[in-house]
């Protein structure tokens, strides 16, 4: 699953771990609206999210085909 959850075009094209930014601000707002007590202090994403640590790891063609080949059974429940 976790190799289904890694095949996306942000991982293909910055390396893996790497996230977009704009998926921090999403995740904090989902946090915020329901896992936190009203009135909690919203905190800034760019404070707790970074890709200062992600895209040394680059999969080449061959290793994506490898991945899309092993998951691909899988897509029907998680996508």
Do not use: C
Request: glycine fraction near 8%.
């Amino acid at each position: 699953m976790w190799q289904h959850g890694i095949d996306r075009p942000e991982a293909h094209e910055h390396g893996l771990g790497w996230s977009d930014p704009a998926a921090y601000t999403e995740t904090t707002d989902l946090v915020m609206r329901y896992l936190t007590e009203p009135g909690a202090k919203r905190p800034d994403p760019e404070a707790i999210f970074t890709n200062r640590f992600t895209g040394k790891i680059k999969l080449g063609a061959s290793d994506w085909t490898s991945v899309r080949a092993r998951v691909s059974e899988f897509d029907k429940y998680l996508s």
